[in-house]
């Protein structure tokens, strides 16, 4: 059974930093993609970022949507079942649930999500 689960959320004030980390375990393909969305309220979950990897098990590929590109870094662990993102620069509009995915050949799997609020 594969399971996902967020750490690291918090509460920073804008133009500071924080860390998300995701964890996968159990049993999936060494090839796969997790990827980190993020939901407001109010507002739909949008896709943030993504780490691939890749058949040679070398850093793989990453992707970001252009509201966070150049501010957010996502970087996987050594051993490739972590995921971290990192946030420099918060703005307020960056608040939000921060969830992370991982998707293999057969399935996804949604971790719960963990809180990031930017605000003095």
């Known amino acids: 059974q594969v399971h996902v689960a967020e750490f690291g959320g918090g509460l920073v004030q804008p133009g500071g930093s924080l860390r998300l980390s995701c964890v996968a375990s159990?049993?999936?393909?060494?090839?796969?993609?997790m990827d980190w969305y993020r939901q407001a309220p109010g507002n739909q979950r949008e896709w943030v970022a993504s780490?691939?990897?890749?058949?040679?098990?070398?850093?793989?590929?990453?992707n970001y949507t252009d509201s966070v590109r150049g501010r957010f870094t996502v970087s996987r662990g050594s051993r490739k079942n972590t995921v971290y993102l990192q946030m420099n620069n918060l703005k307020p509009e960056d608040t939000a649930v921060y969830y992370c995915?991982?998707?293999?050949?057969?399935?996804?799997?949604w971790g719960h999500g963990t809180q990031v609020t930017v605000s003095s």
């Open positions: 995915k991982l998707t293999t050949p057969l399935q996804e799997y």
């Open positions: 780490s691939t990897t890749d058949i040679t098990e070398g850093d793989g590929t990453t």
């Open positions: 159990g049993s999936f393909s060494r090839l796969n993609t």
